[in-house]
């Protein structure tokens, strides 16, 4: 099935009465960890659809951040339990592949969330397009250093699939600016204590640092509070659309984010797995289409998380 390219605005009206639902829906909801306000945003985004459709939630979040052993023990707890279907993050894409054909094995269905899975069964995906996040956030950041300096390239979790097509967006990206050096790459496993402690040790073998492409925004604000300690200033660039990260647009202190909008995610997640509980039509594939925030338009995404509403379970077939 081609793939449905979604542009949905953060703003969309409420209003998700669906068709009749069977009693005893449940939906367990698997994301990474309880410190990215990514995976906040897509829970708060899955609870409100999951609400409004009449559908009960379990959410599976690791103590320890991106634990694949957690993960795989809390995907055995619902097999256990045996919800109606699971809306999945794994931590790792291809640690979990095992553990998700356990589920398919037991009969419960699979909504892949934000990483696609290097196997097993799922009845949809929703995500972004993180290499064109990469690519387009990049182009922002090199454009407003005017074509020129050294760069620092933070990455995420090693071998997160969303890491590795953003990285790759900004490594293209640094193709077209021959006047721009890369002088570091180096992870921070999407934590920002981890972008802080990174960065503050980069900082001490380059004196000139003009520019900083962190692959998520949290690394970003990292970034930007170890910079400010050492009196020293550098465009900054994050992925994900935060709340941090537009509020440290609004006050001068950030470039950009490039939005994967992980509300959205999270509804369109749960609204397509309630979609294929009520055998209604399912799409294969819902990509949330990628958005550059900066100075020029930060006022029409600066909605807390907890504002916004998800589309109908209706509009959701459609586009």
Known sequence: MKKAVLLISMLSVAGIAGPAFADGETVAVFTKNQTNPFFESVRVGAANAAK??????????????????????????????????????????????????????????????????????????????????GLETAQNLLKAMGGKGNVVILEGVKGAISSTDRVRGFNDALKEFPNVKMVAMQPANYQRLNALQVMENIMQSHPQIDGVLAANDAMATGVVEAMGAANRKALVVGINGSQEAIDLIKAGKMQATGSSDPFMQGCLGMLNTVRALRKMPVKAELMVTPVIIDSANFKQYDVPVTSRTCPKIEEVATN
């Open 52 to 133: 409004a459709t009449g559908v009960k939630v379990i959410q599976y979040v690791p103590i320890k951040p991106d634990s694949i052993p957690e993960q795989l023990s809390q995907v055995e707890d619902a097999i256990v339990k045996k919800p109606s279907a699971l809306l999945f993050t794994p931590v790792d894409y291809k640690a979990l592949v095992p553990a998700i054909e356990k589920v398919n094995a037991a009969g419960i269905a699979v909504t892949g969330l934000t990483d696609k899975m290097a196997g097993g069964k799922v009845v949809s995906f929703v995500g972004a397009e993180d290499y064109r996040l």
